[in-house]
């Protein structure tokens, strides 16, 4: 079992850049594979980018792609999503999410999410 926490969420202007953090507790962390999914409000869930247990393995979604970096660090127990060039329709909250699966752009593939931070991107 896992329980996830995020932070790192704000008020940013387009163009800004965030770094969210997600931390975990229990006794496992390092063999699990997470993920940032988004939802904005009177839309579905998406995902935005996953990283393997073991840091090799990273996706990202094609609205991300090449403004985002995912991280982990085992020891810390700690997943981060880098976050710039941030444009307004990348406003939502922002949720982590990890499973014992192999990394997945698929929300039911994940067991354990956390509560959300808000990313709001202003013009």
């Known amino acids: 079992q896992v329980q996830l926490v995020e932070s790192g969420g704000g008020l940013v202007q387009a163009g800004g850049s965030l770094r969210l953090s997600c931390a975990a507790s229990?006794?496992?962390?390092?063999?699990?594979?997470l993920g940032w999914f988004r939802q904005a409000p009177g839309k579905e869930r998406e995902f935005v980018a996953g990283?393997?247990?073991?840091?090799?393995?990273?996706y990202y979604a094609d609205s991300v792609k090449g403004r985002s970096t995912i991280s982990r660090d085992n020891a810390k127990k700690t997943v981060y999503l880098q976050m710039n060039s941030l444009k307004p329709e990348d406003t939502a909250v922002y949720y982590c999410?990890?499973?014992?699966?192999?990394?997945?752009?698929?929300?039911?593939?994940?067991?354990?999410w956390g509560q959300g931070t808000q990313v709001t991107v202003s013009s």
């Open positions: 990283i393997g247990w073991s840091g090799s393995t990273t």
């Open positions: 999410a990890a499973d014992l699966s192999p990394v997945s752009r698929y929300a039911q593939r994940y067991d354990y």
């Open positions: 229990g006794r496992t962390f390092s063999n699990y594979a």
